[in-house]
């Protein structure tokens, strides 16, 4: 079955340092989703990604997916205490009767 | 602009009562779906729904029930809690279900002691 593979599990960095957290996937991702998770609330959508070499950017944040769509990158850029949260990739499945996995997520803090 | 509502935020149940979380959306998504999130564990679908009238078993529904009688409404039913049903629980909508960001709730934590 298809899974998704985060990493790091969780990440501390000083305030100011560039970070990338990687989603890998077992097959080919037809639609590879970022969402932020603050701690005690839902999910955030940050954006989607669907072709081969695509690269979306919102402020700091900047999402990759490879030309064979099965990685994916969120790379970050001088962090901010903001930036703080857990990171889930998601994406549409490829096959079965339900269509959407969440990877097990990275765990961001951000040290002021 | 409310989204995915969510209620109760916080629950303690004893082993073996029952209860209902809520769940409403007022963005007229015909795609709705609950979520379990165990620490470390990433999210597991329970169960979702393509419409009103109309849900279908995720990957873990084992212990839950649902219904979906309105577009806005999908009700998640614990009958008989158990510990192993200690989590964080989220609802979610989307438009569609593929090439569409899902919608979430701020999420449910149930504790069974």
């Known amino acids: 079955s298809q899974e998704l593979e985060q990493s790091p599990q969780s990440l501390i960095v000083q305030e100011g340092k560039n970070l990338t957290i990687n989603c890998t996937s077992s097959k080919t991702l037809y639609g590879l989703y970022w969402y932020k998770q603050k701690y005690g609330e839902g999910l955030i959508f940050l954006m989607m990604l669907q072709k081969g070499g695509e690269e979306k950017s919102h402020e700091k944040i900047t999402a990759k997916l490879d030309e064979k769509k099965q990685q994916s990158s969120l790379h970050i850029t001088a962090s901010q205490p903001s930036h703080a949260g857990i990171y889930l990739c998601?994406?549409?499945?490829?096959?079965?009767?339900?269509?959407?996995?969440f990877g097990t997520g990275t765990r961001l803090k951000v040290l002021a | 602009n409310a989204g995915v509502t969510q209620t109760p935020k916080f629950r303690i149940l004893k082993i073996g009562q029952s209860m209902t979380l809520q769940c409403t959306q007022d963005m007229n998504h015909n795609y709705m779906y609950w979520y379990r999130q165990d620490p470390g564990m990433g999210l597991k679908l329970i169960y979702y729904?393509?419409?009103?009238?109309?849900?279908d078993k995720g990957e873990v529904p084992n212990g839950y029930n649902v219904s979906r009688s309105t577009t806005e409404d999908f009700p998640l039913r614990l009958e008989l809690a158990a510990p192993s049903q200690t989590s964080v629980y989220f609802c979610?909508?989307?438009?569609?279900?593929?090439?569409?960001?899902?919608?979430f709730g701020d999420g449910t934590r149930l504790s069974i002691l």
């Open positions: 979610a909508s989307s438009y569609r279900d593929r090439f569409q960001p899902q919608h």
């Open positions: 998601g994406a549409d499945r490829t096959s079965g009767t339900y269509k959407y996995i």
């Open positions: 729904s393509v419409g009103a009238g109309i849900t």
